[in-house]
């Protein structure tokens, strides 16, 4: 079965940069986009981007133009979403989520980033 | 990009039916036959509940159901459940330079 299992929670400082990372099982890694969902405590959800994994190829919500980053490791089925100079408001779960007909299909179970000086 | 208008709640007894909508513009809900649903309950991932427009994935109840008309769609419950109370997001694909939005989220409550 399809499962994307992302890495831990962190506690990061303001101006700080955060790694998280999404590990797919159950399919073909590279047949599929890969979301990046973000929601702060309380919040709705916030679309951050998406990776073609078989390319490489990338699209940043305008709203993170020049602070993310997302690549793969295609051989160990893994995906990393970096966002920098991280302030307050970037508190929040972050999801990874596989696509299907341009909707977020299987989720990861969310990584809680913290950043608190 | 706007997030997609969403009530903030909407509520039912059970084995009503209730609708919620989500209005967007001609960029996103109204140019393109690509809105999804999402039901996240308090401390879970987001489940995909319906996808271009009306399509349910396998396994999602056949009490769910998605429709669209101009800018607005909907998502409709009907024979609503206690486990169906959860929050619910629509989503949209966009003509933007962000392709992507959410909608402002839905807490639907089973009196």
């Known amino acids: 079965q399809v499962q994307l299992v992302q890495s831990g929670a962190e506690v990061k400082k303001p101006g700080a940069s955060v790694n998280v990372s999404c590990k797919a099982s159950?399919?073909?890694?590279?047949?599929?986009?890969l979301h990046w969902v973000r929601q702060a405590p309380g919040q709705g959800l916030e679309w951050m981007g998406w990776?073609?994994?078989?390319?490489?190829?990338?699209n940043y919500a305008q709203n993170f133009q020049g602070r993310v980053t997302m690549t793969r490791d295609t051989s160990i089925s893994t995906a990393y979403m970096e966002l920098s100079r991280l302030i307050s408001d970037d508190a929040a779960v972050y999801y990874c989520?596989?696509?299907?007909?341009?909707?977020?299909?299987?989720w990861g179970q969310g990584t809680l980033v913290t950043v608190s000086s | 990009q706007s997030a997609l208008t969403q009530p903030a709640s909407v509520s039912g007894s059970p084995g009503q039916s209730i609708t919620i909508s989500c209005t967007g513009t001609?960029?996103?809900?109204?140019?393109?036959?690509?809105v999804s649903w999402y039901q996240q309950h308090p401390g879970k991932a987001p489940k995909l509940m319906i996808y271009?427009?009306?399509n349910r994935p396998s396994g999602v109840s056949n009490r769910f159901s998605g429709s669209k008309s101009g800018n607005t769609a909907s998502l409709t419950i009907s024979g609503l459940q206690a486990e169906d109370e959860a929050d619910y997001y629509c989503?949209?694909?966009?003509?933007?330079?962000?392709?992507?939005?959410f909608g402002t989220g839905t807490k639907v409550t089973v009196l």
């Open positions: 989503s949209s694909f966009t003509s933007s330079s962000t392709p992507y939005v």
């Open positions: 990776i073609n994994p078989n390319s490489g190829v990338t």
């Open positions: 989520a596989t696509e299907r007909s341009r909707a977020a299909d299987y």
């Open positions: 159950g399919y073909t890694f590279t047949g599929y986009y």
């Open positions: 001609s960029s996103d809900v109204g140019g393109h036959n690509y």
């Open positions: 271009e427009v009306s």
